[in-house]
């Protein structure tokens, strides 16, 4: 197994059970111990995980898995909801783009789409995700507007103030969130205040509001809410969604497409 694929496995781990033993990082991994002490310590030093003695913790009440280790947790369901969301996108809209995993999905199945190879703009494209705009620049039948701001280096997103004089200036046809939490009781919501806050922006200047999300994700709740339930029209979900979060979602008003 290579360094990033260690690594990679490790901080989910810790993600999902908070702490980490090196003993049983390393059964688990099929590593040695040794090898495991130093991915902590260096993990450690980029400030990814704190060391504990004989092991690691998350790091910091507020943690969050950087976008770049997050890409390979449930990617097929990601590509199914990415598609079946830009289905939904009409050609020649302005199309609100949320960073993450599951929307640089969705800007992917956007591009390769045969009816979007051409046009005055084919689609207009409004994201704060520097790593989404960097995909479809390439792509000139698409208009790319990048919002302003500060770019969080564990989403690639770009968030603060700097962000609102744009905004504040557009009208969205559809804004597509990924979230890492949405609740019927809730709403949808993000683990960062700063990228919660452009997230709601992109919503209030959206006529319809799609959220792409994978079945683990609902049901949760996160620290910084983006929009009430009431906002969403549309939930796109993998098949492993039970048949009760679907009742709820639909009784709230929100339109659930499982894939």
């Known amino acids: 197994m290579s360094r990033d694929a260690r ?4 901080l989910e781990l810790l993600v999902e059970r908070g702490r980490l033993e090196v003993e049983q990082a390393a059964a688990e991994l099929e590593v040695s111990a040794a090898t495991i002490r130093r991915d902590f310590d260096q993990l450690a030093e980029q400030q990814m995980l704190a060391r504990t003695r004989g092991g690691a913790v998350v790091h910091g009440v507020s943690y969050e898995l950087p976008l770049r280790y997050k890409t390979a947790r449930h990617a ?4 199914r909801i990415a598609k079946a969301v830009a289905d939904l996108v009409a050609p020649g809209e302005a199309v609100g783009l ?7 999905e969705v800007a992917r199945a956007l591009a390769v789409r045969s009816d979007l190879t051409s046009g005055s703009p084919a689609l207009t494209i409004v994201t704060n995700a520097l790593n989404i705009a960097n995909e479809l620049a390439v792509r000139p039948q698409f ?3 990048l919002t302003g ?4 280096p564990q989403s690639y997103e770009l968030v603060g103030p700097l962000a609102d004089g744009v905004l504040s200036q557009i009208t969205l ?5 990924g979230v890492v939490a949405f609740d019927v009781t809730h709403g949808a919501a993000a683990h960062d ?7 709601q922006l992109l919503c209030e200047r959206a006529e319809r509001v799609i959220v792409a999300a994978d079945s683990s994700k609902l049901g949760r709740r996160a620290f910084a809410r983006i929009c009430a339930v009431e906002s969403v029209d549309t939930l796109v979900t993998d098949s492993a969604v039970d048949e009760e979060t679907v ?5 709230a008003g929100v339109e659930v497409v499982a894939v």
Do not use: P, Y
């Not at 949320?98 to 640089?104: K, R």
């Open 7 to 10: 690594w990679k496995a490790l």
């Open 76 to 79: 097929s369901e990601k590509q």
């Open 98 to 104: 949320t960073g993450g995993t599951t929307t640089t």
């Open 143 to 145: 208009k790319i507007v």
């Open 149 to 152: 701001g500060v770019a969080r």
């Open 173 to 177: 046809d559809v804004a597509v969130l």
């Open 193 to 199: 205040e700063a990228e919660a806050a452009i997230n």
């Open 247 to 251: 009742r709820r979602f639909t009784e």
